[in-house]
């Protein structure tokens, strides 16, 4: 992130062959549960093929979201083979293959800090206080591209409530674990590990704010964060922190990697604008993992209408 360019993917590094499918027949794949998804699609070396998407799930409620009507979702393949997690690699094409024997299991999360309720979860319980649901996302990354992922997680509301957070606290920290033996790239990230980052506790209260523990219905692969990750899709990607082991309430804005590493390029917000340029690169537009011309990047991600009122009164210049 930190040593890239904004437009580091070579068209020649973009598979040409791709599966696509519309939002309408993600959705109908929904109503018709149990359908196969674009199975019989290859994929090189060692990536999995599409996996079937469970809809009969009980625990998967599809929700509608926000705007990526008519926006295809990315390939199953590229979002599991192109992805950022400095621990094991700053090569995204690498990470996949790093992160294969990553182990997710047993896997527990403190919660903590400024609540009522501090708890120690084992992650089944954690997911099971709250019924999963289904949401369709963009991912825009600070460098310049962008992908539309069908999440399942619960809302990170779910889990604040349940600890019942005192009157003081304003801050959410999150920790992702600590495995430096687990993680070739520990010690060349280039970073302060481990990887923390933080929300304002509003932000972490908000209904699209969601910690995803799968992807097209199926477990999230260990490169996407297995077993647990935050997603929050109107800040750029660093936001989105991975493997999670420990969220914090506070009362003081929290330290974050990337704002460590570089305070002038990465500030605590980091909300998606398309107006305000990162110091090395314009963020007025994007790539659209699997397509050929860059689209506009969108305030607030597209988001706008749902978030835009945390940040009244707020100079979004000054709060990068
Ligand atoms: N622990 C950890 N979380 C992380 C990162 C990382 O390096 N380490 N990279 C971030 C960045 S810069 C992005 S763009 C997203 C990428 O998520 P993806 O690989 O699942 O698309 O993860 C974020 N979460
Ligand atoms: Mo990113």
């Given at each position: 992130?930190?040593?890239?360019?904004a437009?580091?993917?070579?068209?020649?590094?973009?598979?040409?062959?791709?599966?696509y499918f519309?939002?309408?027949?993600?959705?109908?794949?929904?109503?018709?549960?149990?359908?196969?998804?674009?199975?019989?699609?290859?994929?090189?070396?060692?990536?999995?093929?599409?996996?079937?998407?469970?809809?009969?799930?009980?625990?998967?409620?599809?929700?509608?979201?926000?705007?990526?009507?008519?926006e295809?979702?990315?390939?199953?393949?590229?979002?599991?083979?192109?992805?950022?997690?400095?621990?094991?690699?700053?090569?995204?094409?690498?990470?996949?293959?790093?992160?294969?024997?990553?182990?997710?299991?047993?896997?527990?999360?403190?919660?903590?800090?400024?609540?009522?309720?501090?708890?120690?979860?084992?992650l089944?319980?954690?997911?099971?206080?709250?019924?999963?649901?289904?949401?369709?996302?963009?991912?825009?990354?600070?460098?310049?591209?962008?992908?539309?992922?069908?999440?399942?997680?619960?809302?990170?509301?779910?889990?604040?409530?349940?600890?019942?957070?005192?009157?003081?606290?304003?801050?959410?920290?999150?920790?992702?674990i600590?495995?430096?033996?687990?993680?070739?790239?520990?010690?060349?990230?280039?970073?302060?590990?481990?990887?923390?980052?933080?929300?304002?506790?509003?932000?972490?209260?908000?209904?699209?704010?969601?910690?995803?523990?799968?992807?097209?219905?199926?477990p999230?692969?260990?490169?996407?964060?297995?077993?647990?990750?935050?997603?929050?899709?109107?800040?750029?990607?660093?936001?989105?922190?991975?493997?999670?082991?420990?969220?914090?309430?506070?009362?003081?804005?929290?330290?974050?990697?990337?704002?460590?590493?570089?305070?002038?390029?990465?500030?605590?917000y980091?909300?998606?604008?398309?107006?305000?340029?990162h110091?090395?690169?314009?963020q007025?537009?994007?790539?659209?993992i699997?397509?050929?011309?860059?689209?506009?990047?969108?305030?607030?991600?597209?988001?706008?209408?749902?978030?835009?009122?945390?940040?009244?009164?707020?100079?979004?210049?000054?709060?990068?």
């Amino acid at each position: 992130m930190l040593i890239k360019q904004a437009d580091d993917i070579k068209s020649s590094e973009i598979t040409p062959e791709r599966v696509y499918f519309s939002r309408r027949n993600f959705i109908r794949a929904g109503l018709l549960a149990g359908s196969t998804l674009a199975t019989g699609a290859l994929y090189q070396g060692f990536l999995a093929p599409i996996p079937e998407v469970n809809y009969q799930d009980p625990n998967v409620i599809a929700r509608g979201t926000a705007s990526e009507a008519g926006e295809a979702l990315t390939p199953y393949s590229d979002i599991t083979s192109y992805n950022n997690y400095y621990e094991f690699t700053t090569g995204k094409y690498g990470v996949a293959r790093r992160a294969r024997n990553f182990v997710t299991r047993p896997w527990t999360v403190t919660v903590d800090g400024l609540v009522n309720k501090p708890k120690t979860y084992d992650l089944d319980e954690l997911l099971g206080l709250t019924a999963q649901e289904e949401r369709i996302y963009r991912l825009r990354c600070v460098e310049g591209w962008s992908m539309v992922i069908p999440w399942t997680g619960l809302p990170l509301s779910a889990v604040l409530k349940e600890v019942e957070p005192h009157g003081d606290a304003a801050y959410v920290a999150f920790q992702t674990i600590e495995a430096p033996k687990q993680m070739p790239g520990w010690n060349s990230s280039g970073l302060d590990l481990p990887y923390v980052e933080g929300l304002r506790l509003d932000e972490a209260m908000h209904p699209l704010t969601l910690l995803a523990s799968g992807l097209y219905g199926q477990p999230l692969p260990a490169q996407n964060g297995a077993p647990l990750r935050l997603v929050v899709p109107w800040k750029y990607g660093f936001k989105s922190i991975k493997s999670i082991v420990k969220i914090t309430l506070t009362d003081r804005q929290p330290p974050t990697t990337w704002n460590i590493a570089a305070p002038r390029e990465y500030g605590f917000y980091s909300n998606v604008n398309p107006n305000v340029a990162h110091p090395r690169w314009s963020q007025a537009k994007e790539r659209r993992i699997g397509e050929f011309l860059r689209r506009d990047t969108l305030l607030f991600n597209g988001y706008a209408d749902q978030v835009a009122g945390l940040y009244d009164n707020m100079n979004l210049r000054k709060n990068f």
